[in-house]
């Protein structure tokens, strides 16, 4: 199965509010960065054991460990949760960045050193997620 075609069965897969909310993301996402590269990560560990939920990420930047090992992975990630949705935006070194950039004016939102996390699309101020996640895509 095509990495678009996980996606759009995660997305399917959701109950309808979420469904729809994470499909107004998907496409806002590929509306800012349309050829971006596309991953799917089911949530399971090489063991099969379910580690996370499964997350949709888009773009691509290297991350380099202490021990001197690289890895690629997603710039912006998008995740249904227990309560809402989680919105990862990945690689930035400044872990206070985030919240003092855009948690002031994002709304009812929870902001940590990479995540946002709402319940819904309506709790928060959708120009200003689009300006974080334009913010990351679009770094060299």
Not at 46 to 60: E, M, R
Not at 77 to 86: D, K, P, R
């Amino acid at each position: 199965m095509s990495i678009t075609e996980q996606i759009n069965d995660y997305i399917g897969s959701q109950s309808e509010v979420k469904r729809s909310e994470l499909q107004t993301l998907h496409d806002l996402i590929l509306n800012i960065k349309p050829n971006c590269q596309l991953w799917f990560l089911d949530g399971k560990n090489s063991d099969g054991k379910v580690v996370s939920n499964p997350n949709i990420g888009y773009g691509s930047y290297g991350i380099q460990y202490a021990d001197g090992t690289t890895k690629e992975f997603y710039r912006v990630g998008i995740s249904a949760n227990t309560t809402g949705i989680s919105v990862y935006i990945m690689g930035i070194e400044d872990k206070k960045y985030l919240a003092e950039t855009y948690g002031k004016n994002l709304g009812k939102a929870s902001v940590s050193g990479y995540c946002i996390k709402f319940k819904t699309l309506k709790d928060i101020h959708i120009d200003i997620l689009e300006a974080a996640i334009r913010d990351r895509l679009e770094q060299k």
